[in-house]
């Protein structure tokens, strides 16, 4: 008897492509990152598990992970707060934004209009980075250039950024700030903050120059065009 021919297999369909998925690990760790909020300056470990949702071993482990990348910062008292490299990565984000468009044609005509050096900064850790900086047309000035950085001390660009502060409620004071012969015995500056969306703290933007010529007297006559920039940049910028 002969035999029935045998059936050809199907072929195989093939595996439907899985989607990509997320790393549970990264998603608990920017979960904790995430869960500081404006006016946040310091949040404790019960306040993070509360906010996330997480138990308190997986909170530390997270942060160990975000404080060895300088996210998060742990304090003496068990608490945490938002480290250095949040701000570095804000800055990396301005700029992607274009921030320089906006800001180095009000400097241009700060720096014109005052016959000050105009300046940009923002803050990073313990110290205040200059972003970006026109000099002025004189002779005598100070010399800084963009790039570098200066200790958070008591000049008045300094306290800009450590009054505004992402995270920090403080009272309100009158801006612009303006100091002489603090950080430099030979050098004076006025500062006031540029916000972006939500009320966050952008940066100072300044006037400096040497304390012959940036005297009270001059700062008083240039501090409403100063405020103004300051407005007109954070208006600019979605503040």
């Given at each position: 008897?002969a035999?029935?021919p045998?059936?050809?297999?199907?072929?195989?369909?093939?595996?439907?492509?899985a989607?990509?998925?997320?790393?549970?690990?990264?998603?608990?760790?920017?979960?904790?990152?995430?869960?500081?909020?404006?006016?946040?300056?310091?949040?404790?470990?019960?306040?993070?598990?509360?906010?996330?949702?997480?138990?308190?071993?997986?909170?530390?482990?997270?942060?160990?992970s975000?404080?060895?990348?300088?996210?998060?910062?742990?304090?003496d008292?068990?608490?945490y707060?938002?480290?250095?490299?949040?701000?570095?990565?804000?800055?990396?984000y301005?700029?992607?934004?274009?921030?320089?468009?906006?800001?180095?044609?009000?400097?241009?005509?700060?720096?014109?209009?005052?016959g000050?050096?105009?300046?940009?900064?923002?803050?990073?850790?313990n110290?205040?980075?200059?972003?970006?900086?026109?000099?002025?047309?004189?002779?005598?000035?100070m010399?800084?250039?963009?790039?570098?950085?200066?200790?958070?001390?008591?000049?008045?660009?300094?306290?800009?950024?450590?009054?505004?502060?992402?995270?920090?409620?403080?009272?309100?004071?009158?801006?612009?700030?303006?100091?002489?012969?603090?950080?430099?015995?030979?050098?004076?500056?006025?500062?006031?903050?540029?916000?972006?969306p939500?009320?966050?703290?952008?940066?100072?933007?300044?006037?400096?120059?040497?304390?012959?010529?940036?005297?009270?007297?001059?700062?008083?006559?240039?501090?409403?065009?100063?405020?103004?920039?300051?407005?007109?940049?954070?208006?600019?910028?979605?503040?």
């Amino acid at each position: 008897m002969a035999k029935s021919p045998t059936k050809p297999k199907k072929a195989a369909k093939p595996a439907k492509a899985a989607g990509l998925q997320g790393v549970s690990a990264v998603d608990r760790a920017l979960t904790v990152l995430t869960a500081f909020k404006r006016g946040d300056g310091e949040l404790s470990l019960a306040e993070l598990t509360k906010r996330t949702g997480l138990i308190k071993t997986t909170v530390m482990r997270m942060a160990l992970s975000l404080e060895s990348f300088g996210l998060l910062k742990r304090l003496d008292d068990g608490g945490y707060r938002l480290d250095a490299e949040v701000m570095r990565l804000a800055a990396c984000y301005q700029h992607a934004f274009g921030l320089a468009d906006h800001i180095t044609p009000v400097l241009e005509r700060l720096a014109r209009s005052t016959g000050e050096t105009a300046s940009f900064y923002t803050r990073r850790g313990n110290f205040r980075l200059c972003l970006f900086r026109v000099e002025s047309a004189s002779q005598i000035r100070m010399h800084v250039q963009p790039g570098d950085q200066k200790p958070m001390d008591k000049s008045a660009i300094a306290q800009v950024l450590r009054h505004f502060d992402l995270g920090r409620a403080a009272p309100v004071i009158d801006v612009p700030i303006f100091t002489s012969g603090v950080a430099d015995p030979h050098a004076a500056a006025l500062a006031t903050p540029v916000f972006g969306p939500g009320g966050v703290l952008l940066g100072a933007l300044a006037l400096s120059g040497p304390v012959t010529r940036l005297t009270a007297g001059r700062a008083d006559e240039i501090r409403p065009e100063l405020r103004s920039a300051g407005a007109e940049l954070t208006k600019a910028c979605g503040g």
